[in-house]
């Protein structure tokens, strides 16, 4: 029954692979997001989806690609990983991408590269 | 865009202590402004939140205040227990951003 869920949690790897996380929210929400949060704890945006439209791209690389085959579904791809690309990444949903609604994290995928 | 500062970046107190986290933010037509609550190794959380035409809201020991005038919003509880420990975010939202913007983040330790 959880809200919104992403896999997998822990995710170690090897600088330059390719890999993916996934996330599904079932609380019916038009809005999904991924934020990374860094090693100080900082959490910043990096794209919101809008019933499957790309809203906000925070300057991010373009090693990351996001896809939202549904609304109910937004899926995190990252190409040709770097060490700087460790992080803890959350999904995360609200009704709409207007203002006052909270938000709801996934319970965090947590990418180490080696 | 919004700019949201968080202060301070940690804040260390006794249990049964109060705490207290300030934060600004730079975008007039902000009128969002919740707080969540990230213990160790778990997701953020929303506890309390505060929209633009009220001052202040409470649930038990936490409140938050909003001064809209001096855009500046803070987190206050009471009676602070060791659970309490945990990492604490502002953020504040605006239908013209289209997001919120998260502050910086506050650790909040309380010694037993």
């Known amino acids: 029954d959880t809200a919104v869920s992403q896999t997998p949690k822990y995710l170690v790897t090897q600088m330059g692979n390719d890999k993916s996380i996934k996330c599904e929210q079932n609380l019916g929400h038009d809005t999904m997001y991924w934020y990374k949060q860094d090693s100080k704890k900082f959490l910043k945006i990096m794209f919101s989806y809008n019933n499957k439209e790309l809203i906000i791209n925070e300057t991010v690389p373009n090693r990351f690609s996001p896809k939202s085959p549904d609304k109910a579904h937004l899926n995190l791809h990252i190409n040709s990983l770097e060490l700087g690309d460790s992080a803890v990444y959350f999904c995360?949903?609200?009704?709409?991408?207007?203002?006052?609604?909270?938000?709801?994290f996934g319970e965090g995928s947590w990418l180490t590269v080696v | 865009g919004e700019n949201v500062e968080q202060h301070p970046s940690t804040l260390s107190v006794q249990e049964g202590d109060s705490a207290v986290i300030k934060c600004t933010y730079s975008d007039s037509a902000s009128n969002y402004f919740p707080w969540y609550k990230q213990e160790l190794g778990k997701r953020p959380q929303l506890i309390i939140d505060?929209?633009?035409?009220?001052g202040e809201k409470k649930d038990q020991r936490i409140a938050v205040t909003l001064n809209k005038t001096a855009k500046h919003f803070s987190l206050h509880i009471t009676e602070t227990q060791p659970e309490d420990s945990a990492v604490y975010f502002c953020a504040a939202s605006s239908t013209n951003a289209g997001k919120s913007t998260f502050g910086d983040g506050t650790t909040l330790t309380v010694k037993p």
């Open positions: 995360a949903s609200s009704p709409d991408e207007g203002t006052g609604n909270t938000i709801y």
């Open positions: 505060i929209r633009s035409n009220v």
